[in-house]
């Protein structure tokens, strides 16, 4: 039996990151929850380098000294801290500098996030690895 929507509902919204957005939401407050929101905050940053859905160079290099200055305010663990101002950094280039400081990040919050959030940005650093090779 097919249940359809009614002619007035709306398409529902794609959510990127959802499980690593959930996993933020689930971690209880200090280290875990923080590693988890900086991480959601940077993997969105790199997937505004995307071509169909990116944003422009200036918009994207203002946005990362906002996140830059967001990030000095956050209680991160030293290692994972210097990998993520990279990628914010990365953010406002191309792709190619993109996913490789992606996959920095990765490496470093392995411990921190479950599997469904590396799914997550393990798909976001393949997408950019092949953004990078077609340009």
Do not use: C, H
């Amino acid at each position: 039996m097919l249940i359809s929507r009614p002619p007035y509902g709306l398409a529902p919204t794609p959510f990127r990151f959802a499980a690593l957005a959930a996993l933020a939401g689930r971690a209880p407050l200090g280290g875990r929850r923080e590693v988890a929101l900086a991480t959601y905050l940077t993997a969105r940053l790199a997937d505004d380098v995307l071509g169909e859905s990116g944003l422009a160079p200036p918009i994207r290099a203002e946005r990362a000294r906002n996140a830059r200055r967001w990030l000095s305010t956050v209680a991160l663990p030293a290692p994972v801290r210097q990998p993520l101002a990279r990628l914010i950094d990365a953010s406002a280039g191309g792709a190619g500098e993109t996913s490789q400081a992606l996959r920095a990040v990765i490496a470093v919050t392995a411990e921190y996030l479950d599997q469904g959030a590396r799914l997550e940005l393990e798909q976001l650093a393949e997408t950019l690895e092949t953004q990078a090779l077609v340009k």
